[in-house]
């Protein structure tokens, strides 16, 4: 007849361990009944002076000789004690991240990360993803690809819209003669410097004109200067505000 054997370690709640704080004979374990923590005894050091077994634990100091190397840590937090770790260390606290990286990991901002970048060229915030603003940067042997954008002609005309900065409009209103208006800066705020490539597409001529012409005003050698066209299909031309209101086209105007 076989025998069952039932194994029982030593168990009390976190707070009983704390209060009674016994000495764990050598291999012997206790387990926290409130929290599923463990320690295993060397038989001389208390209980609330033992590390836990496995689970997590509170960084507070760093000892020479550990396989950590350094001095007193500037702050504490929780690491895994189930897996090695390994941190190196250049003297008082954790610093061979760089300085500003404790910053960033606990704030990732932009600014943030830039304290911590020592190898970066010129300055301001770093900037990722789409559409990031970059201001007197040098860009070598760069290759730009503006947005191609085909604009619907509502009525013989089409009115820039403030997403048709830096793009390419590949505009055609059929065979029908066409306009391109370009509004004032109250009704649409493009930034002064904004340039927006027209190429005529359709044999319809196309005329570029402001929308508000007491308003607005147009510049180009065209034979109508505040109003200039493209000069045929496939001409094009380039609208380049230059003022709050003022805009020069310059191209294949007639």
Same mark, same amino acid.
């Given at each position: 007849?076989? *025998?069952?054997?039932?194994?029982? +370690?030593?168990?009390?709640? $976190? ?43 509170? +960084? ?18 929780? @690491? ?6 390994? +941190?190196?260390?250049? %003297? ?5 991240? %760089?300085?500003? *990286?404790?910053?960033?990991? %606990? ?9 911590? +970048? ?15 603003? @970059? ?6 042997? $760069? *290759?730009?690809?503006?947005? =191609? ?48 490539? @027209? ?8 005329? @570029? ?20 066209? =493209? ?24």
């Amino acid at each position: 007849m076989a *025998v069952v054997t039932q194994i029982q +370690v030593r168990r009390g709640t $976190a707070a009983q361990w704390t209060s009674t704080n016994p000495t764990l004979a050598a291999g012997e374990w206790g387990f926290e009944s409130d929290t599923g923590k463990a320690k295993i005894g060397n038989g001389s050091t208390a209980w609330n002076s033992l590390s836990y077994f496995g689970g997590t634990g509170t +960084v507070t100091s760093v000892t020479a000789g550990t396989g950590l190397s350094g001095g007193t840590i500037t702050g504490s937090g929780t @690491i895994s004690l189930s897996t090695p770790v390994s +941190v190196a260390n250049g %003297g008082t606290g954790i610093t061979s991240f %760089g300085t500003g *990286v404790a910053t960033w990991l %606990g704030t990732p901002s932009s600014a943030n990360l830039a304290a911590a +970048v020592t190898d970066e060229t010129g300055s301001g915030a770093l900037v990722f993803g789409t559409s990031p603003t @970059i201001s007197g940067g040098t860009f070598a042997d $760069a *290759v730009i690809r503006q947005p =191609l954008v085909t604009p619907s002609f509502s009525a013989n005309a089409y009115t820039l819209q403030l997403t048709d900065q830096g793009d390419i409009l590949l505009a055609s209103n059929g065979s029908t003669a066409g306009t391109i208006n370009i509004p004032t800066n109250g009704s649409v705020a493009f930034p002064t410097g904004t340039q927006i490539t @027209i190429i005529q597409t359709g044999s319809g001529q196309l005329t @570029i004109q402001a929308t508000t012409p007491a308003t607005t005003t147009i510049n180009s050698t065209g034979a109508t200067a505040t109003a200039p066209k =493209l000069r045929a299909q496939n001409s094009s031309a380039t609208c380049i505000k230059t003022g709050t209101d003022t805009w020069y086209v310059v191209g294949d105007i007639a």
